[in-house]
């Protein structure tokens, strides 16, 4: 089953990988997501602005970026918006386990929030 949620721009990833280097070997940092099992009849969201208000890196392999979205870091299924960032598969570590790590141990706002365009995808 697809996801639907948003991809970041090649050219602004770039810019944020700078930003936030990455702390595990993995990159992933590439999209945020809305819904996992999506139909492929679902729409695409409309928003296309979002910003990074945050981080957790949990020092086991797993580090991500909180993201805000039309106001608020809250999913619609109870989970935080997030970008995986990065994370060591030689420990086990899965893209899927950021949620895990957020409802867990929470994050760390930025001092100043980051504003990004974000593209509505199917992946």
């Given amino acids: 089953m697809p996801v639907i949620g948003w991809k970041l721009k090649p050219d602004e990833r ?8 990455p702390t595990w070997p993995d990159v992933i940092a590439d999209h945020v997501t809305l819904k996992a099992h999506a139909s492929s009849k679902e729409p695409l969201p409309l928003q296309k602005a979002a910003e990074i208000v945050g981080s957790v890196d ?3 392999g797993l580090q991500a970026l909180i993201v805000s979205i039309g106001g608020s870091t809250d999913r619609p299924d109870g989970s935080t918006y997030h970008i995986t960032w990065s994370l060591d ?6 893209a899927v386990q950021s949620n895990d790590v957020i409802a867990e ?14 593209e509505p995808a199917r992946f």
């Fill in 58 to 60: 949990d020092g086991e």
């Fill in 89 to 94: 598969r030689s420990r086990g570590r899965k």
């Fill in 14 to 21: 770039a810019q944020l990988l700078d930003q936030f280097p």
């Fill in 105 to 118: 141990r929470g994050w760390e706002p930025l001092p100043v929030p980051v504003q990004v365009e974000i």
